[in-house]
């Protein structure tokens, strides 16, 4: 199952901390392809909250939901994350190490 750092709580926490979004707002990690070979056919976005197939993912506050398609292809990664000097979030996947959780 996907793991998030501490950094990207945060980041996801201040991406869904919208105003117009609910307190249940996440991210949401989807793919335009049913079977994912690699991260450049993920999409990422604040949601209001999960889609009904989605797995919900909660860390330190922070809120992701990962559609079916993207599930697999991210069940082995880490999502870390940072913002940039002009303020946009910028995410990225690593892999997990054996026995990391």
């Known amino acids: 199952m996907l793991v998030l750092t501490q950094a990207a709580a945060e980041v996801v926490k201040s991406v869904t901390s919208a105003p117009q979004l609910p307190q ?3 991210l949401r990690i989807s793919s335009s392809v049913a079977g994912p070979e690699d991260a450049s056919s993920l999409q990422v ?4 909250g999960p889609d009904a197939e ?3 993912l909660e860390a330190a506050g922070a809120r992701v ?3 079916p398609q993207a599930a697999r292809y991210l ?5 870390d994350a940072q ?3 002009t303020g946009n979030a910028r995410f990225s ?5 054996p026995g990391e959780v």
């Open 24 to 26: 249940a707002a996440g």
């Open 45 to 48: 976005e604040a949601v209001p």
């Open 54 to 56: 989605d797995q919900v």
């Open 65 to 67: 939901f990962v559609a």
């Open 75 to 79: 069940d082995d990664k880490i999502l």
């Open 83 to 85: 913002v940039d000097e």
């Open 93 to 97: 996947l690593g892999v997990q190490e």
